[in-house]
């Protein structure tokens, strides 16, 4: 009989398999709701002065404060909340709404601010913004301007 020294001992059993992954609608649906909590969290935290230079006051600043404004918006991924606010879901527009309406109320005159500062969403305030001092857009009440000037301007000729 031979000694059992002789022999090479037994492999190891094999490794038990890995655990199933989650269900993709319900990993889905986790991941995404934790990442937005994370990106709330971050664009909570955001130093808006870092992208807005001026605070927007007359048309004359509009442009700039404008182009500021939409890239500060865009580096938190919220652009949506005034330019598309159907395309989000209803928890995460409630959730984006007053922090993307806080940080226009603080980038606006105090003139501006009493003017918007009743509206119910980031939206409506921006709307309103555009609406008087964006140079592309035509109001009744910038063509009623323009029809003064001009009538103003003609009879002098």
Request: aromatic share 12%; hydrophobic share 35%.
């Amino acid at each position: 009989m031979e000694s059992p020294s002789n022999h090479p001992p037994p492999p190891p059993p094999p490794p038990p398999p890995p655990p199933p992954p989650p269900s993709s609608s319900s990993f889905d649906a986790s991941s995404r709701s934790q990442i937005q909590d994370y990106e709330y969290l971050y664009a909570l935290n955001a130093n808006v002065s870092n992208f807005i230079s001026v605070k927007l006051s007359s048309e004359h600043n509009y442009r700039l404060w404008e182009k500021q404004m939409c890239c500060l918006l865009k580096s938190y991924n919220v652009h949506a909340i005034v330019y598309e606010p159907g395309a989000l879901s209803p928890d995460l527009k409630n959730r984006f709404d007053s922090l993307v309406k806080g940080w226009i109320f603080g980038s606006i005159s105090k003139e501006l601010l009493d003017i918007v500062v009743d509206l119910d969403s980031a939206k409506d305030v921006w709307n309103k913004l555009s609406y008087f001092y964006d140079p592309t857009i035509i109001s009744p009440q910038k063509g009623i301007l323009w029809l003064l000037i001009l009538n103003s301007n003609s009879q002098h000729f």
